[in-house]
């Protein structure tokens, strides 16, 4: 029997027009997927308790896994955060960018209990994409926005992984085409003048710690969950997935990279930014496809190849 719950998916550009009715939902307490340089969003009012709820609902997201909060600039993310000296700096060399910083959560926050999950802290980012700003200055508050998948699935860069893994959840998905970066952000925690990298991602390692100018200490996985995209299984095909496959046979979809060309490539040229932008939605491809596995070439450590890797073996667990 269908579902008498379930609602109508629309797809419309993220034009002026589209990015004013998206606003418009949030400012009603509904959800919207709105395009960011990282991945696609499920979006809601972060001050909207039972907006961020809808969210949690629609993704089959655990409770005890917090959301960022994606604002304007640094002063709309003052009405959230503590900032030090150190978080200031790291908000001006990377914002508007794919850096998300994990701040102590200010005692006044007008913000959802579910956003942060119980925590002290809040995720906070600000996004360097036109739809995604468009949407917040319209609502004029934080936006809490996951990506827009079903949880712990494969992560969406373009609208139409959104409606594959979300159709009837979510009421509108503004499209812009392909994300840009294709990982999701990286995550910097901050505690005691101190930082550590919670996820790899957007912004390579190096990148921070050349601002920093001393090393990060990478968070292990088997801490408690202090930010999104920190659980062990996360950005899972349907499919079963090797990895480090120089070679594949018949049953599987080879994605290749460099000197290995596989079924398609990640990057011809062993080109890492692109490999990173095209990442998910190869990974996409591959699940779509008549095959019965995905094997995936050898992806160096270094730069994004550090966030690829992670993302590709959290599939696998």
Known sequence: M???TAQMTRVRAADAAGIAEAAALL???????????TVYGLAADAENALAVAK???AKGRPGFNPLIVHVADRAMAGRYALFDPLAEQLAAAFWP???TLVLPLKPDAAVAALVVAGLPTIALRVPAHAAMQGVIRGLGRGVAAPSANASGRLSPTRAGHVVSSLDGRVPLVLDAGPCAAGLESSIIGLADGRARLLRQGAVPREAIEAMLGTPLVLAADTEPVAAPGMLLGHYAPRLSLRLNA???DMREFHIGFGPIPGDESLSPSGDLAEAA???FDLLHRADCSARESIAV???PETGLGAAIND???RATR
Do not use: M
């Open 311 to 313: 993302r590709l073996h």
């Open 27 to 37: 400012a009603g307490g509904d959800i919207a997927a709105i395009p960011t340089e």
């Open 97 to 99: 960018g794919p850096l």
């Open 297 to 299: 070439a050898p992806i």
């Open 246 to 248: 120089r070679t594949a």
């Open 2 to 4: 269908p579902d008498s």
């Open 55 to 57: 969210v949690y609902a």
């Open 277 to 279: 932008a095209n990442l």
